[in-house]
Structure formats: structure tokens, C-alpha cells
């Protein structure tokens, strides 16, 4: 969901240039080696842009996650691997149960577990899916909160769940 590669550039906050592994291409041959099992078998859904991906765009003009989908794609002919953007809805069946859900790299400055969770409960302000999924704030959460809503089909009031997750990142540590 974003932020495969790390991409420091000289105008990056920090010091990442310096500290990354390897270069950009690096990095991206990396993640094009790591997630291609999963491509192979068709399991790869696609990928998302981040803001470490959107460095090379701004400094370059490549678009780093049209290139891995590209080349992902090549791993399997007859399947695609989507470039969904920043955001994407997803109608996920398994087998006779489907799922509504909402991805998204998201954008927050949030340091606490507390308020990592209040990014993406944010979304669900204004997205209607069962389950809102957020990167960037290189955390693992979910929190889960209940909503009643009227069924014009069943003329009743119906309950349901509605998950929020975030889901890390490949952020490095010592």
C-alpha cells in the first residue's frame, strides 16, 4: 500500500539519502523480486503510491509504481497487476462471501497509537465499505466499531461492522 521503496532525495527530510540501502533502482529491483511469487500465482491485487514512490515522480518524473506493475504484469501475462493511486474500492469475493473495502496510502502526521487509529477512522466519515485499510504510519492497529443503517431491500434496520486497519509498512529498524 505504498512506500515500497525508501527514494531519499536530497530534498527528503532527514538524512535518507545517505542512510537508504542501495538506490532507487535498488530498492524497487528489490521489491519486484519479493513480490513476484505473489504475481506468479495471480495473488498480487496491485499496488499502491506512496509518498516515498511520489519523490522520484517529483524529482524525475517516473513513476516508480507504474513501472514495478508493468513489470510485475510480465510475470504472469494473463494477469495485471493494477496500479491503484493513492486510494482504491475493492469488491473482494471468497467464495460465496464478499467483502467491501477501501484502501488507501493515507496521509497523517499522528506519533500515537491512539491517533494512528483516528487517521484512518477518519475515512469512514465519508466512505461507506466494511473495511478501511491505511499505510504510512508504519504501524499494525484495528479497531472495529458497529453501524445501524435502514435496508430499503429488507425494510428493516441492519446492523454491521465496520473495521479499520492499519497495515505497516517496510520500514526499517536496527
Known sequence: MGDYIECGT????????FVQDGNAQTQM??????????????LLLGLHSGNHED????CLGIDVVKNMCREL???RPQY??????Y????????GKQSYEMFTTHGVSGARTPETKLRAVRHFGEYVDAEVIAMA????????????YTIS?????VMWRKQYFVLTGSYLGHE
Open 136 to 147: 504510512h504510519v508504519h504501524d499494525l492497529a484495528t479497531t472495529c466499531f458497529d453501524h
Open 55 to 58: 519523490r522520484a515522480f517529483k
Open 10 to 17: 536530497r530534498d527528503s527530510p532527514g538524512d535518507s539519502l
Open 29 to 42: 529491483d528489490f521489491m519486484i523480486d519479493l513480490f513476484a511469487p505473489l504475481a506468479k500465482e495471480g
Open 87 to 94: 486510494t482504491a474500492y475493492h469488491l473482494i469475493r471468497v
Open 152 to 156: 430499503k431491500t429488507f425494510e428493516r
Open 80 to 85: 495485471s497487476c493494477r496500479n491503484f493511486g
Open 73 to 75: 504484469s510480465h510475470q
